[in-house]
C-alpha cells in the first residue's frame, strides 16, 4: 500500500505541475480536491466498501487524466465535470466506507486487547500497551463522536502499539520458555551422568 501511496503521489506532482503550466483555463482546484479524496480513499483501502461509487471514481479520474496528457485546453468544461464527477464519487466512497471500516478495526482490536491482556502485556511491555490503549480510547471517543476518520486513524495507531506490546512479550515468554526447557534438557542429563556413574562405582 505504500509503494501504491508513493507512486500516486508522484503521479499527483507530475500532473500537477503539468496543469499549472496550462494556464488559467485548466481546473487546476478540481484536480488538486479530486486527488486528495483519491489519495484518502486509497489510503484507508476503502474500495471494496462502496466499490460502485470507487469505480466511478476512478473511471471519470482516469479520464481526466488523459485529457490532462492532451493538454487540451477546448475541453477544459469537461475536464472540470469530470474531476467534479470522481470528487462526488470518492466522497460517497468516503462517507460510506469510513464507518464501516471503523467499526471493522475496532473489532479487530477488541481481540487484539484480549490477546494483549492474557498475555500480561500490560506487565512486560507497559509502554506500547499504554500507547495503544490511549490510542483504543481516544478512538472510541471520536466512533461515538461520527468522526469516523479521526477513529480509523486512532484505532489504527492502537493496533500498532497492541502488535507491538504483544509481540515483544511474547518473545520474552518464548525466550525464557526456551532457556527453561534447556534448563531441564541439561539437568535430565547430569541426572543420567550420575546414574551411570553409580551402576559403573
Do not use: W
Not at 23 to 47: F, N, V
Not at 74 to 79: I, N, T, V
Not at 88 to 108: I, R
Amino acid at each position: 500500500m505504500k509503494l501504491r501511496l508513493f507512486i500516486f503521489k508522484l503521479i499527483f506532482v507530475l500532473v500537477l505541475g503539468f496543469i499549472a503550466s496550462c494556464g488559467e483555463t485548466m481546473p487546476l482546484k478540481e484536480y488538486k480536491d479530486a486527488s486528495s479524496l483519491r489519495e484518502k480513499a486509497i489510503k484507508y483501502e476503502l474500495q471494496d466498501y462502496s466499490k460502485e461509487e470507487f469505480d466511478i471514481a476512478e473511471a471519470n479520474f482516469s479520464e481526466a487524466v488523459i485529457l490532462i496528457d492532451e493538454n487540451n485546453s477546448k475541453e477544459a468544461k469537461k475536464l472540470a465535470d469530470l474531476l467534479t464527477t470522481a470528487s462526488n464519487s470518492y466522497q460517497t466512497v468516503l462517507t460510506e466506507g469510513l464507518p464501516k471500516y471503523a467499526e471493522f478495526l475496532k473489532e479487530e482490536i477488541d481481540l487484539e486487547r484480549e490477546y494483549s491482556k492474557d498475555i500480561k502485556a500490560y506487565k512486560i511491555d507497559k509502554e506500547n500497551y499504554e500507547l495503544a490503549e490511549l490510542n483504543y480510547i481516544n478512538g472510541v471517543e471520536a466512533l461515538g463522536l461520527n468522526n469516523y476518520e479521526d477513529a480509523v486513524n486512532y484505532f489504527l495507531q492502537a493496533k500498532k502499539f497492541h502488535y507491538k506490546a504483544y509481540f515483544s512479550t511474547k518473545g520474552i515468554f518464548d525466550e525464557s520458555a526456551k532457556n527453561i526447557k534447556e534448563a531441564e534438557e541439561n539437568i535430565k542429563k547430569m541426572e543420567e551422568l550420575e546414574k551411570s556413574s553409580s551402576i559403573i562405582n
